[in-house]
């Protein structure tokens, strides 16, 4: 079983549309909770830091944490051109280690 | 505030060869991180420095090495180049241990 699960499947929607996505884990030891962005030749941009469970609000995105399910996820409210992207979802555990754990990322593209 | 830099932005070398990849922390961050992003594997963590020591190795063969300089900056080193190290090499820093990690754009990596 992969540490951190993400379907890589491409996804469009619609400009103005509501963008999901979500990752699972296996590891209970993660505390630390991320998400980035990247753009296609360009270097992962940190959208969303949360540490333990609960949900974060950050203008458009709002993130979210269950512990207890091992799953997380990344909404984007009012979806623009510009969300265009592959959103990856990182983890890593408290103490010493300091590793990201990556998803394998998510293609999404935003119809105008 | 100046991101994080990485040099060169593309290389292109041989099996066999050796490279040197370097990077500039955002000013302030003590702690670097190298990372490998493969086609299809997505991102792996290969080291951390803090305070010039090596705190931290991913899973990946002897031939990958690396430093960080007294002004923090690093350098990744590969010897013995393979074909399946082609791949983009991303350098991150943060503040310190558990703090929220910021990428450079990378160095891509091409062997012939």
């Known amino acids: 079983q992969k540490e951190v699960e993400q379907d890589p499947g491409p996804l469009s929607v619609p400009e103005g549309a509501i963008v999901s996505l979500n990752c699972t884990y296996s590891?209970?030891?993660?505390?630390?909770f991320m998400w980035y962005r990247q753009y296609s030749r360009k270097g992962p941009e940190l959208l969303m830091y949360?540490?333990?469970?609960g949900n974060k609000e950050d203008g458009r995105f709002t993130a979210q944490v269950d512990k207890s399910s091992k799953y997380i996820s990344l909404f984007i409210r009012d979806s623009q051109p510009s969300d265009s992207a592959t959103y990856l979802c990182?983890?890593?555990?408290?103490?010493?280690?300091?590793?990201?754990?990556f998803g394998k990322g998510n293609q999404v593209v935003v119809i105008p | 505030e100046a991101g994080v830099t990485q040099s060169p932005t593309h290389l292109i070398k041989t099996r066999g060869q050796q490279v040197t990849l370097r990077c500039s922390p955002i000013?302030?961050?003590?702690?670097v991180y190298w990372y490998q992003q493969a086609l299809g594997l997505g991102l792996q963590f290969l080291l951390w420095?803090?305070?010039?020591?090596?705190?931290n190795r991913g899973n990946f063969p002897p031939r990958f090495s690396g430093r960080q300089f007294p002004n923090y900056s690093s350098e990744l080193n590969v010897n013995a180049l393979e074909l399946e190290d082609s791949a983009l090499y991303l350098c991150?820093?943060?503040?310190?241990?558990?703090?929220?990690?910021?990428f450079g754009d990378g160095t891509r990596l091409s062997i012939l």
């Open positions: 990182a983890m890593s555990a408290v103490g010493g280690n300091n590793r990201l754990a």
């Open positions: 590891n209970s030891a993660f505390q630390y």
């Open positions: 420095y803090d305070e010039g020591e090596e705190r």
């Open positions: 000013s302030g961050h003590t702690s």
């Open positions: 991150a820093s943060s503040l310190g241990q558990n703090q929220p990690q910021h």
């Open positions: 949360t540490y333990s469970s």
